[in-house]
């Protein structure tokens, strides 16, 4: 059994238009069960050390608080929140826990959406994104003959989930579907999930990168972690699917 961690960065809903977060990233981190317990004693040390000794009651790990050094982080100095954010990313790398993720640039979805459907109809990022996660994650588990349960942070609501993954199910759609992924999906408070507290450090990292590859002024500071995150995750905007999946999601949303 795979449990899969799924969380965004980025999000602005049906807003494209914020030049401050250009770029939305859906990703996907696939923890095997024998390496749940394992990590988190890890994570939970490299915490502990970063806090002189003892993870501080109630801790959660944002890394705008981290990289903003504000909150649990306001007394800290710039190279000590750098050590710990190296430490975290370079505990994924170590652990080989798979990472995926799908960008969209929004000014160029609103477009394609505007194109598409017309302006009357707002479809946010993450119903287009999903799908081509769910069809990464099924190529993954299909090579390693396993099994995979979704684990979403709670903020998020399900109707939209549920319902394509309600869909992806359907036998009659041939072969845009999805078999190895069961259930309809779980909500955890982050507070207490530690691989969506990873998750979240690498996305954010993700979305700086392709924002910064947009033109966007980005801190050297953040640059020095791109190379690690984008090598560490896997990238599915050029799915072989692909145009398949944006004939479903068009099917999908003409009903």
């Known amino acids: 059994m795979v449990l899969i961690y799924l969380d965004e960065s980025g999000d602005t809903g049906v807003n494209l238009s914020d030049v401050q977060q250009p770029v939305f990233v859906l990703g996907a981190m ?3 069960q024998d390496k749940w317990k394992p990590c988190e004693e890890k994570f939970r040390t490299i915490i502990s050390d970063f806090f002189g000794g003892k993870v501080p009651e109630n801790f959660e790990l944002h890394t705008m608080d981290m990289v903003s050094r504000s909150k649990w982080f306001k007394n800290y100095s710039i190279d000590n929140v750098k050590s710990l954010r190296d430490r975290l990313i370079q505990l994924v790398i170590d652990e080989k826990i ?6 969209i640039i929004k000014k160029d979805y609103q477009r394609y959406c505007e194109n598409k459907y017309g302006k009357s109809i707002k479809i946010e990022p993450y119903i287009m994104a999903f799908p081509f996660i769910c069809f990464g994650v099924e190529s993954y588990l299909k090579e390693n003959k396993d099994l ?11 109707k939209d989930i549920e319902q394509s993954l309600k869909i992806l199910r359907n036998a009659e759609i041939g072969k845009i579907g ?4 069961i259930e309809k999906g779980f909500s955890v408070d982050s507070s207490k999930s530690y691989p969506i507290q990873l998750l979240d450090l690498f996305l954010y990292y993700l979305r700086k990168y392709h924002e910064h590859k947009l033109g966007k002024k980005v801190s050297l500071l953040h640059q020095e972690v791109f190379s690690r995150v984008v090598e560490a995750s896997e990238n599915l905007d050029n799915h072989n699917m692909g145009s398949d999946i944006l004939e479903w999601v068009d099917n999908r949303i003409s009903k």
């Open 30 to 32: 696939l923890m095997p």
């Open 148 to 158: 995979a349960i979704l684990i979403l942070d709670e903020h998020r609501s399900f």
């Open 98 to 103: 798979p990472i995926m993720y799908r960008k």
């Open 178 to 181: 999805t078999e190895s992924i």
